[in-house]
């Protein structure tokens, strides 16, 4: 496969490690009431859908960037491919 | 008899003679020939014996999809099994050998399979060998596997090498045919940058077989002329003897080029072959179409061959495998091949057409309406018997039969991707439909456009629009007139008769085996191929699963598009798994990383262990010394006595600076890192976030905001990993960056009571180093030897007085050097990692047989690290009851009872009056070593409920080596348990 870095333009698969399900982005408060439940669902409950998919790469022969790509798990097109950094902040992930 | 078949004409070189030998004899070929063309000239048809029943057989096909003609080529370490005689080019000094026979190929022992054939059916197996299951092993699969199969391995290892490359191309066309040939044209005219890729040694496809113009040109001098203009443009590179394996993702195909495999032996500094990556924008697949055979009763007989190979064989290679030669067709290519054979002067004695409305084409005896219903000759064909339209039975003598079923456009990349291709009536084929790999076109024969002209103007139309696809203007090549011939075929696909009839050669199936699968209730297709191992074979079925699919169509009354197709699947023609692995075979399997001391290290003979891709000391044997223990014990006892040399540049170094730098620590680690001072270090867990510790090290805080950390040497990359995860994708705004440090430093442990004595000597004497002004967990700056800037920090994981000293990494041969010289007066050892290990479990240190994966912070005995009042990653999920029960593994020590037993790490703790089974576990052991300090075993365990238990006694029992021990349960920390020595 070929995944279209947004800042080094198109690597091969090869360069990367994969992670799996980019929800792992939206970690829980720990402060929150049911935290340990928030948790438990966060670290467990992982989406796989047969079909586009989120999910988290890591450019580890190459710059080191976290990606978010979005891929058809059926017919591996990939449709957009994100800086995991951006997603997190768009989500409203900071500090 | 030299040559005894060959004609006039063909496209070999007859000024260049060629000697080589087949199954001991001495043969000549010409330079051009496949190793079946040259045995076919010298009037060889019996090429080997059948996988199953051992029947005689010659080649089928003149090309790459051939079942039957398979040798064991070359010999020594470079023998090969299994090799197509049909594509093995012909060298001087070719070797080669029939396989699969036991005496001489004419007169095959294992025949008598063949008559045993009732025996052997599809399923035998399954049915006949159940029980005694004893007997699979020791009686049934040895006979079967001495019986069945194909060529032998040599045993040897591989004297080549095999190379991976990388290619990208606007336009990958793959093959050379006149579709190939006229896309080339047309987009390399245009500047496009074209790869033209073709398995054959000669390119052009059908156009060497055929005797049909091109304008005013044959066939092969119009693919000589556009092979040359093809050769003079830049932007086109011309890839002969390379076959496109499979079409991957995202316009990714593999090719496998056979670059020295027609020579004798590769030239020096060539590889074998090369697995080539070509990365195309756009592909054109010209990969023409394979003609089919028409099963009849004994149709695998020697001098049976498909039609379009004999032409082939008559036409390239001046090859006739007998004098007289028949055809059996049910479509008009087959008469081209009478007409060809004719023209060049071989006599055909009758062409047999199945059709009733047979046109008289050639110049022969024409069989309209008549089939071929058998075959006689012992090791090759003498007469075929046929069925006339009048139901009269009539034999006809031949050598050699041309049997033509139809062609299959090769569709098999259009198919890698899940692709299924549709039935086309007209050509009774399958041709390429639904979805194709994104980025692929396909043009002539193999996109069922079976006429020359056709197959021209569609590889220069699938031209024209892939280069508009891309954004280019071409316009198609001038293409010359040539034949036009619609395909006229009514299909027949076998001949009923009582006898055997094969569909798949290579395999051994018969129309039998497909009604047998049908009958016992096997009918989908794929259960079909199970089942009758029908294109299973390394051919893949390329000119049986077609004839396999219509008989098993006809079986259940639907068509054969219902009955369905097979999936094709990469790669198109066998690979060997040495072009796989490429360069990364033995010792470059994969990459060997060396400590800065190990040039130092191996001229003192030490004994080196892979860790990881690491290769570390292990121990450091002196004369004298005959096992391993003794150089171990030596090195701990010098070092815990006076002072002992590490290299630990292993463990993973990552550097982290920037004004949140603390707070990111704070977050990754359970433990706090936030008040750390300057100049100080600090141990560290971290947990992973499901509350297992994930890894341990030191942190030292260089600045305010400048942090260096220490992983274990497994981890190094898993934990840099997961630290960029967090910086990116948890707190993406936090001010910290981080960098892998491990190969810029080298770092030296000098452990022991004369530690500080010895370093120094090695640090300018501008530092103290002295216990006052640099305590235990210590750090700083400083230099050595005059001015070399290093980094010193007062850790110890021996639990000695202990230094880490760390320089860049191209001093850290000569300050080790420096060091051992400088040790000299205090009797310094190197010690390696087996010291190293046992110093640590005298120690009572957990390392990586302790941090499993599988044990919490609680289970280590440092539950009390993980900080409740902030934030980190573990944190919340290690306060889930199931990990903080109270009888929950804790780590402690155990020493024998009796001080002169020993046991071993994995034994399992069970109570003294307890049976030895799982419900009975108390826990197990990690880590066991013998201390020379104490002069008796020592072990690590997790034990529940451990640390309440000190002072009973427990059985370490080890069921794989059937030995028991009593242990008591001690403290972990067997050695200065106060830790004076550290603070020294």
Redesign the interface.
């Known amino acids: ?2 995944i279209n870095h947004p800042l080094l333009g198109p690597r ?1 698969s090869q360069e990367f ?1 994969y ?1 799996g399900d980019a929800n ?2 939206d ?2 408060d ?2 929150a009431e049911d ?2 439940d928030q ?2 669902d ?2 467990y409950l992982r989406n796989n859908p047969a079909g586009a998919h989120r999910e ?1 790469w ?1 450019h ?1 022969q190459g710059d ?3 990606l978010v790509v979005t891929r058809d798990t059926r ?4 449709t957009a491919v994100e ?7 768009a989500k409203g ?3 | 008899m030299s040559q005894t078949n060959r004609i006039a004409g063909g496209l070999i070189d007859r000024s260049q003679t060629l000697n080589f030998s087949f199954d001991g004899k001495t043969y000549q070929g010409h330079a051009g020939d496949t190793l079946a063309s040259a045995l076919i000239a010298n009037g060889v048809r019996l090429m080997g014996r059948s996988f199953k029943y051992h029947r005689p057989r010659g080649p089928l096909t003149a090309g790459s999809e051939e079942p039957n003609a398979l040798v064991e080529l070359r010999s020594g370490a470079r023998q090969e099994p299994n090799t197509r005689a049909t594509v093995a080019e012909l060298f001087d000094g070719l070797t080669a050998r029939s396989q699969n026979h036991v005496g001489p190929l004419s007169f095959d022992l294992l025949a008598v399979n063949d008559l045993l054939s009732p025996f052997f059916a599809a399923g035998f197996y399954y049915k006949t060998f159940m029980w005694p299951k004893a007997f699979w092993e020791k009686l049934y699969e040895p006979i079967i596997r001495r019986a069945a199969g194909l060529g032998s391995l040599t045993m040897q290892a591989d004297p080549d090498t095999y190379d991976k490359g990388f290619l990208h191309c606007d336009v990958l066309i793959i093959g050379a045919g006149p579709a190939g040939l006229a896309a080339a044209l047309t987009a390399g005219r245009a500047g496009a940058e074209v790869i033209l890729a073709d398995e054959d040694f000669l390119l052009g496809g059908r156009l060497n077989s055929e005797t049909l113009a091109l304008g005013d040109q044959t066939g092969a001098e119009w693919a000589r002329t556009t092979l040359a203009e093809l050769a003079s443009l830049p932007n086109v590179r011309i890839m002969a003897r390379t076959t496109v394996i499979g079409a991957f ?4 195909y593999g090719a496998l080029e056979r670059v020295s495999d027609h020579l004798p032996e590769p030239l020096p500094g060539k590889p074998r072959q090369t697995l080539w990556r070509i ?1 195309a924008r756009r592909s054109l697949l010209c990969a023409g179409a394979t003609e089919r055979p028409i099963a009849f009763e004994n149709n695998d007989r020697p001098g049976i061959m498909l039609g379009g190979a004999l032409r082939s064989y008559a036409n390239r290679w001046a090859a006739v495998p007998g004098e007289k030669v028949a055809i059996f067709t049910n479509n008009d290519d087959g008469h081209r091949t009478a007409a060809d054979l004719i023209a060049k002067g071989v006599k055909v004695t009758a062409v047999i057409d199945s059709r009733a409305d047979a046109p008289r084409i050639a110049d022969c005896e024409l069989l309209a309406g008549a089939v071929v219903t058998g075959s006689t000759g012992r090791l090759g064909l003498r007469f075929v018997k046929t069925r006339t339209a009048d139901g009269r039975e009539r034999m006809i003598e031949c050598q050699a039969l041309g049997v033509s079923g139809g062609w299959n456009p090769n569709v098999h990349l259009t198919c890698h ?1 899940r692709g299924r291709p549709q039935w086309n009536a007209a050509l009774a084929a399958f041709v390429p439909g639904g979805t194709l790999p ?1 980025g692929m076109l396909v043009a002539g024969a193999a996109n069922g456009v079976m006429s020359t002209a056709g197959a021209l103007a569609s590889g220069a139309e699938a031209a024209v629009a892939t280069l508009a696809d891309l954004g280019r203007k071409a316009k198609p090549a001038d293409l010359p007139q040539a034949e036009d011939a619609p395909v006229q075929i009514t299909p027949l696909f076998h001949v009923p008769g009582k006898g055997r009839a094969w569909v798949d050669q290579q395999n051994d199936v018969t129309v039998k085996d497909v009604k047998l699968a049908h009958q016992e209730g096997y009918i989908s297709v794929e259960h079909l191929k199970r089942y009758t191992t029908l294109g299973m074979a390394t051919d893949q079925g390329k000119t049986s699963n077609i004839g396999g699919l219509a008989v098993m169509a006809e079986m259940t009354g639907k068509s054969i598009p219902e009955t369905g197709t097979t999936i094709f699947r990469p790669p198109y023609t066998p690979v060997p798994i040495a072009a796989f692995a490429g360069r990364s075979a033995g010792r470059d399997f994969r990459p060997t990383r060396l400590t800065p001391s190990h040039h130092w290290a191996a001229e003192q003979g030490a004994v080196f262990v892979e860790v990881g891709m690491w290769l570390r000391a292990q121990w450091f044997p002196r004369e004298g010394e005959t096992t391993w223990r003794q150089s171990v014990d030596r090195e701990v006892l010098a070092t815990r006595k006076s002072v002992g040399i590490c290299d630990v540049t292993t463990l993973g170094k990552i550097d982290v600076q920037g004004s ?1 730098a603390a ?1 990111f620590l704070n977050r990754i680690y359970a433990n706090p890192f936030a008040k750390l001072p300057v100049g100080k270090v600090r141990y560290g867990l971290m947990l992973r ?2 509350g297992m510790v994930m890894d341990d090290g030191t942190t030292a805080r260089l600045a305010e905001d400048h942090f260096v950390l220490t992983t274990t040497t497994a981890n190094a ?1 898993g934990v840099y ?1 997961h630290m ?2 967090c910086r ?7 001010d910290v960056q981080i960098i892998s440090t491990t190969e810029a430093w080298a770092q030296y442990s000098v452990a022991g009571p004369n530690a500080r004595k010895l370093l120094q000597k090695i640090v300018d004497p501008a530092f103290d180093i002295s216990n006052e002004a640099f305590p235990y967990m210590g750090c700083g700056d400083i230099t050595v030897c005059g001015g070399l800037r290093a980094r010193l920090f007062r850790i110890s994981f021996s639990g000695e007085l202990a230094f880490e000293i760390a320089v860049p990494t191209r001093y850290g041969d000569a300050l080790m050097r420096r060091m051992v010289e400088a040790g000299r007066e205090f009797d310094a050892v190197v010690y390696g990692t087996e010291a190293l290990g046992v110093m640590r479990i005298e120690k009572g240190h957990a390392a990586g047989n302790e941090l499993n994966g599988t044990t919490t912070a609680l289970n280590l005995g440092m539950g009390g690290m993980v900080n409740k009042k902030k ?1 980190s990653i573990g ?3 290690s ?2 009851e199931g990990m903080n029960r109270a009888d929950a593994l804790n780590l402690v020590g155990f020493r024998p009872v009796n001080p002169a037993d020993t046991f071993a790490a994995g034994s399992h703790l069970i109570a003294r009056d307890a049976v030895a089974n799982a419900a009975n576990d108390q826990g197990y052991l990690t880590s066991v070593a013998f201390s020379p300090n104490l002069g008796h075993t020592i072990g690590l365990g997790l034990l529940k409920n451990g640390a309440a238990r000190k002072g009973e006694v427990l059985r370490a029992v080890n069921p794989v080596q059937n030995s028991e021990t009593l242990v008591e349960v001690v403290s972990a920390h067997f050695i200065d348990p106060e830790g004076d020595r550290l603070r020294a």
């Open positions: 496969m070929i091969d490690t992670l792992l982005i970690r829980p720990w402060q935290a340990v948790f438990h966060y670290l988290l890591f580890e080191r960037s976290w017919t591996h097109e990939i800086l995991a950094r951006d997603v997190a902040r992930r900071s500090k | 993702d995202h316009g990714i990365y991707q994104p949140d707070d976030e499901d990359v990993r960029e995860f990116q994708c948890l707190w993406p705004d936090m934030d944190s919340t999920l306060e889930r």
